[in-house]
C-alpha cells in the first residue's frame, strides 16, 4: 500500500487547514503589531510562514495539491516584488521535487505492473528517486540492453487523490487569490480536473513523448527522450542528462538564459506545427539546458533544450490556430476594426456585448510588446507590470478584460501562453521571439508573403 495519503477525510482535513492557518498567522500578526513591531516586518514574517505551510502541505500530499502548487509557481514572476521574495524560495522549490514514496511502494508498483521478474528488465535500478512530482516520481535505471532510463512511477490512487484535492482546493480559491493577484483561481482548478484522466493514463502520455521523439530526432535545438517501454503505472524512457532550468533561472549565466528562453520559445511555437500537438506543462522542472557532448565548455548558443513530460498535451493536428497569428499581425498593423471582428467572430466577444475596437487594441499592445521588436527582454518587472495593468479595478484594462471570454478550445494554449511567458520572465531571457513566430505561427505572416517566400526557397532548392 501507497504512503501516498489517500483517504479523502485525511486529505481534505489537511487541505482544509490551510485557510484556518491563514487566519491564525493574521491574528498572530495582529498581535506582534500591538506588541511595537512594524507592520512591514510582520508583513514579511507572515508571508514566509503562510508560504512554509501552503507548500509544505502541497508538497507532502502530491497529487492535485501538488500539481495546483506547481501552477502557482510558474506564476511567481507576476508577483509584486515585495510578496514575491517571502514566496519564491517556497514557489521554485516545488518545480522539481516532492517528498519521495516508500521504496517497498515502489517495488510493489513495478511487480505488479511488470511482473514478478521485473529487476531482469534492468542491468541496474536506484531505488532513491532522481525527481518526485505531483503524480508520479522518476528513478534512473539501466534497462537490459544497456541504455540509460528514467523509470516513471505513478503513485497508487493517484487519480483519487487528484480528484479529491481539486475538489477540496475548488472550495476556498477566492483564500488562494490572493497569491496571483488578477489571476482567476477557480478555472484554473477547474481545468486541471479536466485533464486529469489524460495524465493518469502512461499510454496516451508515450504515444505523445514517443511522436515528438520521432519529429525532433535529428534537431539541432531540441531533445526529446524516446520511449523504451509503457505499461499502466509504469512509463520507462531514455534518460538526458543536462542543467534544470530551475538552476539556471537560479545560477546561470547572461547566455545561458538566453539561450534556455530561446530554445523554449522555439519548442512552444515549433511543437504544434510539426506534430500536432502542444506540449502543455510548461514548468522549469520539465526542461534540460544540455551542454553539446556534454562538455559546458561549449558554448551556450550551441546548447540544446532537453524536454521532459509529455503527461499533459492539448491535440492540434493543424498547429496552433491561424487566428492567434493573424489577430497578433493585425494588431501589430494598428488595424482595430479587423482585430475586433475577428475577435467577434472566434468567440472572444460575445454577441451580447459591445466594446470600443480602439479600446481593445489599447488592451493588447502592451500585452504583444514582445511581438513587435527584433529581440524583447522578459523580466520580472515587465511581467509585474502587465499583472497589475490588468489586475487593478480602476484600470480601463481590468474593466474591458472583463467583458472579453475565453472561448474553450483556447483555455490550454492560453495557459501555455502565459506560463512560457512567465518561465521567460523568471530567466530574465532576452528572446527574438518574432523569429519564431515568423517561422512557425500561422496567420503571423501574411499569405502572399509567406508563398512568396517558399517560391523563392523552392527555386533555391531547383537552382542547387
Same mark, same amino acid.
Given at each position: 500500500m501507497s504512503d501516498l495519503p489517500r483517504k479523502a477525510v485525511t486529505r481534505t482535513a489537511r487541505l482544509a487547514a490551510l485557510p484556518l492557518g491563514f487566519a491564525g498567522r493574521a491574528t498572530w500578526g495582529l498581535g506582534k503589531r500591538i506588541g511595537g513591531k512594524s507592520a512591514e516586518l510582520v508583513a514579511r514574517e507572515l508571508q514566509q510562514r503562510t508560504a512554509e505551510q501552503l507548500f509544505k502541505v502541497l508538497g507532502e500530499l502530491k497529487g492535485g495539491a501538488m500539481k495546483f502548487g506547481q501552477a502557482l509557481s /510558474?506564476? &511567481?514572476?507576476?508577483?509584486? !516584488?515585495? /510578496?514575491?521574495?517571502?514566496?519564491?524560495?517556497?514557489?521554485?522549490?516545488?518545480? #522539481?521535487?516532492?517528498p519521495p514514496m516508500p521504496t517497498r511502494t515502489v517495488h510493489a508498483v513495478l511487480e505488479?505492473?511488470?511482473?514478478?521478474?521485473?529487476? &531482469?528488465?534492468? *542491468? !541496474?535500478? &536506484? #531505488?532513491?528517486?532522481?525527481?518526485?512530482?505531483?503524480?508520479?516520481?522518476?528513478?534512473?535505471?539501466?534497462?537490459?540492453d544497456g541504455r540509460e532510463v528514467a523509470v516513471k512511477v505513478q503513485y497508487p490512487g493517484a487519480g483519487e487523490a487528484l480528484l479529491s484535492d481539486l475538489t477540496q482546493l475548488s472550495r476556498f480559491a477566492r483564500l488562494l487569490g490572493p497569491l496571483i493577484p488578477g489571476m482567476d483561481i477557480k478555472p484554473l482548478i477547474t481545468e486541471m480536473r479536466d485533464r486529469v484522466s489524460e495524465e493518469l493514463d502512461y499510454a496516451l502520455e508515450a504515444h505523445a513523448q514517443q511522436s515528438h521523439a520521432e519529429v525532433f530526432a535529428d534537431d539541432p535545438d531540441v531533445v526529446v527522450p524516446c520511449v523504451v517501454h509503457q505499461s499502466e503505472q509504469v512509463l520507462v524512457t531514455e534518460w538526458i542528462d543536462g542543467i534544470p532550468l530551475s538552476e539556471v533561472i537560479a545560477d546561470g549565466t547572461e547566455e545561458q538564459r538566453d539561450r534556455a528562453g530561446q530554445l523554449l520559445a522555439r519548442f512552444l511555437f515549433s511543437g504544434p506545427a510539426r506534430t500536432g500537438l502542444l506540449h502543455a506543462d510548461p514548468h522549469p522542472g520539465n526542461f534540460r539546458l544540455l551542454p553539446v557532448g556534454g562538455d559546458e565548455e561549449n558554448g551556450p548558443e550551441s546548447w540544446r533544450l532537453g524536454v521532459l513530460d509529455f503527461g499533459t498535451v492539448d491535440r492540434l493536428p493543424g498547429g496552433l490556430p491561424e487566428t492567434i497569428g493573424t489577430c497578433l499581425r493585425l494588431t501589430l498593423e494598428g488595424d482595430a476594426e479587423a482585430v475586433y471582428e475577428l475577435l467577434r467572430e472566434?468567440?472572444? /466577444?460575445?454577441?451580447?456585448?459591445? *466594446?470600443?475596437? #480602439?479600446?481593445?487594441?489599447?488592451? *493588447?499592445?502592451?500585452?504583444? &510588446?514582445?511581438?513587435? /521588436?527584433?529581440?524583447?527582454?522578459?523580466?520580472?518587472?515587465?511581467?509585474?507590470?502587465?499583472?497589475a495593468r490588468i489586475a487593478d479595478p480602476r484600470s480601463p484594462a481590468h474593466q474591458l478584460g472583463r467583458q472579453l471570454n475565453l472561448p474553450p478550445s483556447y483555455l490550454l494554449i492560453h495557459r501555455v501562453t502565459l506560463s512560457t511567458i512567465g518561465v521567460l520572465c523568471q530567466l530574465n531571457a532576452t528572446v527574438r521571439l518574432r523569429d519564431e513566430l515568423e517561422e512557425w505561427l500561422p496567420g503571423f505572416v501574411e499569405a502572399e508573403l509567406e508563398a512568396e517566400a517558399e517560391a523563392a526557397v523552392e527555386a533555391a532548392v531547383e537552382a542547387e
Amino acid at each position: 500500500m501507497s504512503d501516498l495519503p489517500r483517504k479523502a477525510v485525511t486529505r481534505t482535513a489537511r487541505l482544509a487547514a490551510l485557510p484556518l492557518g491563514f487566519a491564525g498567522r493574521a491574528t498572530w500578526g495582529l498581535g506582534k503589531r500591538i506588541g511595537g513591531k512594524s507592520a512591514e516586518l510582520v508583513a514579511r514574517e507572515l508571508q514566509q510562514r503562510t508560504a512554509e505551510q501552503l507548500f509544505k502541505v502541497l508538497g507532502e500530499l502530491k497529487g492535485g495539491a501538488m500539481k495546483f502548487g506547481q501552477a502557482l509557481s /510558474v506564476f &511567481e514572476s507576476a508577483l509584486p !516584488e515585495e /510578496v514575491a521574495g517571502p514566496y519564491r524560495a517556497a514557489l521554485t522549490k516545488l518545480q #522539481d521535487a516532492a517528498p519521495p514514496m516508500p521504496t517497498r511502494t515502489v517495488h510493489a508498483v513495478l511487480e505488479e505492473r511488470l511482473g514478478e521478474e521485473w529487476r &531482469e528488465l534492468f *542491468l !541496474e535500478f &536506484e #531505488d532513491k528517486p532522481a525527481a518526485a512530482a505531483s503524480i508520479g516520481q522518476v528513478h534512473r535505471a539501466v534497462w537490459h540492453d544497456g541504455r540509460e532510463v528514467a523509470v516513471k512511477v505513478q503513485y497508487p490512487g493517484a487519480g483519487e487523490a487528484l480528484l479529491s484535492d481539486l475538489t477540496q482546493l475548488s472550495r476556498f480559491a477566492r483564500l488562494l487569490g490572493p497569491l496571483i493577484p488578477g489571476m482567476d483561481i477557480k478555472p484554473l482548478i477547474t481545468e486541471m480536473r479536466d485533464r486529469v484522466s489524460e495524465e493518469l493514463d502512461y499510454a496516451l502520455e508515450a504515444h505523445a513523448q514517443q511522436s515528438h521523439a520521432e519529429v525532433f530526432a535529428d534537431d539541432p535545438d531540441v531533445v526529446v527522450p524516446c520511449v523504451v517501454h509503457q505499461s499502466e503505472q509504469v512509463l520507462v524512457t531514455e534518460w538526458i542528462d543536462g542543467i534544470p532550468l530551475s538552476e539556471v533561472i537560479a545560477d546561470g549565466t547572461e547566455e545561458q538564459r538566453d539561450r534556455a528562453g530561446q530554445l523554449l520559445a522555439r519548442f512552444l511555437f515549433s511543437g504544434p506545427a510539426r506534430t500536432g500537438l502542444l506540449h502543455a506543462d510548461p514548468h522549469p522542472g520539465n526542461f534540460r539546458l544540455l551542454p553539446v557532448g556534454g562538455d559546458e565548455e561549449n558554448g551556450p548558443e550551441s546548447w540544446r533544450l532537453g524536454v521532459l513530460d509529455f503527461g499533459t498535451v492539448d491535440r492540434l493536428p493543424g498547429g496552433l490556430p491561424e487566428t492567434i497569428g493573424t489577430c497578433l499581425r493585425l494588431t501589430l498593423e494598428g488595424d482595430a476594426e479587423a482585430v475586433y471582428e475577428l475577435l467577434r467572430e472566434e468567440g472572444f /466577444v460575445k454577441e451580447s456585448i459591445d *466594446l470600443d475596437p #480602439d479600446a481593445v487594441l489599447e488592451y *493588447l499592445l502592451p500585452i504583444i &510588446e514582445p511581438a513587435e /521588436v527584433a529581440a524583447f527582454g522578459f523580466t520580472r518587472g515587465w511581467m509585474r507590470t502587465q499583472a497589475a495593468r490588468i489586475a487593478d479595478p480602476r484600470s480601463p484594462a481590468h474593466q474591458l478584460g472583463r467583458q472579453l471570454n475565453l472561448p474553450p478550445s483556447y483555455l490550454l494554449i492560453h495557459r501555455v501562453t502565459l506560463s512560457t511567458i512567465g518561465v521567460l520572465c523568471q530567466l530574465n531571457a532576452t528572446v527574438r521571439l518574432r523569429d519564431e513566430l515568423e517561422e512557425w505561427l500561422p496567420g503571423f505572416v501574411e499569405a502572399e508573403l509567406e508563398a512568396e517566400a517558399e517560391a523563392a526557397v523552392e527555386a533555391a532548392v531547383e537552382a542547387e
